[in-house]
Every structure is written in structure tokens, then in C-alpha cells.
């Protein structure tokens, strides 16, 4: 069964998109993982690190994308959603015959931008008073005494338990049907903590902080974790009112993206930051770290990850994320790999 993890920070820009493609490349290509990415984040830049827009729209035309699968949610669909559909089998390609084969995508669309608003539409409606307020009143009655001459519990509490599990499991529901199939299941998440996002964690056994070493991000860190064991808390408790059996997501890693060095030291701010980060979270942090590097954005534009470039620049930064993703699996997995 595979292993979820999100790729995450609200802060903008860290590297969360690059690394979570790179480390899922990798794993397909190196280690002979199956591997399953998914696009959480409006902006698409996962999906179209993997693929050109002209194959994308094609896909999204004849298969929707992972906003179909909140769409089915909100159109009261999910149940019947086919999760396989929107599974795109060969998203990276090079040319016309070379594709890293164990790679899967899940990808995203614009449609996503609007959908976290819509859930929260969804939250008041249903608990707003309606005009059949009152006929939906005396049926609720007569099943809740039903219901409670059978013992099953109809609080309010409970009803707004499930509800709240329901609409942090959209995500959950969707892999749990496909999580056999895969090694890792990895999600790009977007820049912030909205109902997505809180889908993505839901969903996950851990997540990864992508940082860049400078002062803004290394408050963002203490934050986002606060953020997340809040979040985890209230689920939890949720968890127990509604009887969910599920467990939370943990951290698992920071890694230090973007790194810049000048000559052969990292920038001492930047060496500061690490320093301090490292002696706050310990083994938490990655021992390897990514550099600022040329060949990312010439890659990108060739829907390629690094690793299958042939310059000398960018063979050196595909080195790096090599041995990010050696890092991964023995945080991820400990000793069995
Ligand atoms: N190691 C690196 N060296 C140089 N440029 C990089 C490196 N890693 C990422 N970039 C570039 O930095 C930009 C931001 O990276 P990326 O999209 O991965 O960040 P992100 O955290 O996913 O951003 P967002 O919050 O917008 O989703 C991209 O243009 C990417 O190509
Ligand atoms: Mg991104």
C-alpha cells in the first residue's frame, strides 16, 4: 500500500512544486517505485513541469482532472466518482517514445482556483434555514426517533462531525480506492491552508516542509507546524465524535531548497538560518539540501525533469535532488527501503 505524503508550505515560492516532481521522478526512475503525483494547487505548475499544455487540455477535455473529483463532491457525485479516469497513465514524455513508465499524474486545472470557496458555500448552506425548514424538520424528528430507538447517535455534534470528515476526506476517499496500486502517492500542494490543502493533509501519512533559508520562511516554519497540529487536533476530536478510524498526518522532513552559495560556501545568512533551523528541529531536517541552480526553468520547458537532461549545469542539480530523494526514503521508510 503505498505511502502518502504532501509537499507543503504557505509560503510561496520554496521549492514545493520542483521538489515534489524531482523526488517522484526520481523515485519512478531510479529506484523502480510506482509512483503517483497529484496537483492540488490551481496554478498547475506540477502538471505542466510534466507535460506540455496542448497534451494537458487534451487530458483535462477527455478526463477531467482532480477538480472533477471536488466538483463530484459538491454535485453529491463522489460516491460514484471514477478515481481511474482522471489517473493519467504516461504524463512525462520526452520526444515521442521516451516516458519515465511508473510515473502517474493526477492533474490539476485552473477550474481548482474557485473550489475552496465553494466548499465553504456548501458549510453555510447546510446550515442555513431553508423554506422547507420546517417540513425537514418533522422528518428529521421522526428519523431521529427512530434512530435513537435503534442507538445510533443523532446529536447535533455528531451530524457536524461527519460533515466536517466528509469534507476533509474528499481527497482521502479518492486515494484510499487506488492507494494499493503505488509505491508513493505525492501531493503538491498549493500556497496555503484552505480546505485543498486541509484535503491534502487529511489524506496523507506525512508531510515535507520545502524551505528556502531566509528569515520570512524561518517563521513561516514554527507557524505552519503550530497551523497543522491545530488542524490535526480538531480532526482528531472530530475522529472520535462521528467513530472515524484514521490517523493524522506527521511531519516527516524540512529541506532546505534554493540555497545559494558564492564560491564554495553557502551565503552565511542563509548558513545562519540552517544552522538554527537545524538545532530547533534536529533530525527533522534533511542533511542534504538543494542548491540555487541553472537547468530547472530550461527543463521545465522541455516537460522534463532535470535528471533527463544532458548539460553539464543541469547534471550537476540533478545530483542533488539524486540524493534528496536517497534522504526521503530512509526518513520515509527508515531502514527497509
Ligand atoms: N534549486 C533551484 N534553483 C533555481 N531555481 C529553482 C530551484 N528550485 C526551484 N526553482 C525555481 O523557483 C521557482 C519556484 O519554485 P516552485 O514552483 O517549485 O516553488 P513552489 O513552492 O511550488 O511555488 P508556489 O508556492 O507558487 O507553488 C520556479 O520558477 C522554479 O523553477
Ligand atoms: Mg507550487
Keep these: 500500500m503505498a505511502k502518502v505524503i504532501s509537499f507543503i508550505n504557505y509560503k510561496g515560492g520554496v ?4 521538489t515534489t516532481y524531482h523526488i517522484g521522478c526520481a523515485l519512478a526512475r531510479f529506484h523502480d517505485k510506482k509512483v503517483l503525483l497529484i496537483d492540488t494547487d490551481p496554478q498547475t505548475n506540477l502538471t505542466f513541469l510534466c507535460t506540455i499544455p496542448e497534451r494537458w487540455e487534451k487530458f483535462k477535455r477527455e478526463h ?3 477538480s472533477s473529483l471536488f466538483h463530484a463532491y459538491l454535485n453529491n457525485t463522489l460516491d460514484t466518482f471514477d478515481m481511474n479516469k482522471i489517473l493519467w497513465k504516461f504524463p512525462v514524455r520526452i520526444g515521442a517514445h521516451e516516458v519515465i513508465s511508473k510515473l502517474e499524474l493526477i492533474p490539476s486545472d485552473i477550474e481548482l482556483l474557485g473550489i475552496d470557496i465553494d466548499l465553504a458555500a456548501k458549510t453555510t448552506r447546510r ?3 431553508s423554506f422547507y425548514h420546517e417540513h425537514i424538520n418533522v422528518l428529521r424528528r421522526t428519523v431521529n426517533r427512530i434512530k435513537s430507538e435503534l442507538g445510533i447517535d443523532i446529536s447535533r455534534d455528531s ?18 480506492k487506488v492507494k494499493d496500486n503505488y509505491d508513493y502517492i505525492l501531493i503538491d500542494c498549493p500556497p496555503n491552508l484552505y480546505l485543498v490543502t486541509q484535503n491534502a493533509l487529511a489524506a496523507s501519512d506525512y508531510y515535507i516542509i520545502t524551505t528556502i533559508p531566509d528569515h520570512l520562511s524561518t517563521i513561516g516554519i514554527n507557524i505552519l507546524i503550530r497551523k497543522i497540529s491545530e488542524l490535526n487536533n480538531v480532526l482528531l476530536q472530530k475522529y472520535r465524535i ?11 522532513g524540512i529541506l532546505f531548497t534554493i540555497v545559494h552559495k558564492v564560491g564554495p560556501n553557502i551565503v552565511s545568512m542563509n548558513k545562519k538560518i540552517m544552522q538554527d533551523i537545524h538545532d530547533k528541529y534536529g533530525d527533522l531536517c534533511f542533511k542534504k539540501y538543494i542548491l540555487w541552480g ?8 522541455q516537460s522534463a525533469p532535470v535528471f533527463l537532461m544532458d548539460d553539464d549545469n543541469t547534471m550537476r542539480v540533478a545530483e ?5 530523494t536517497k534522504e526521503f526514503l530512509q526518513k520515509v521508510n527508515g531502514n527497509e527501503i
Design 15 to 18: 521549492g514545493k512544486t520542483t
Design 242 to 252: 462521528a467513530r472515524v478510524e484514521a490517523a493524522c498526518v506527521a511531519l516527516k
Design 320 to 324: 542533488q535532488y539524486k540524493e534528496v
Design 294 to 301: 541553472i537547468g530547472y526553468t530550461e527543463a521545465a520547458a
Design 159 to 176: 451530524r457536524d462531525a461527519h460533515f466536517y470528515v466528509e469534507q476533509h476526506h474528499i481527497l482521502k476517499k479518492a486515494i484510499d
Design 64 to 66: 477531467g482532472t482532480v
Design 127 to 129: 446550515n442555513e434555514t
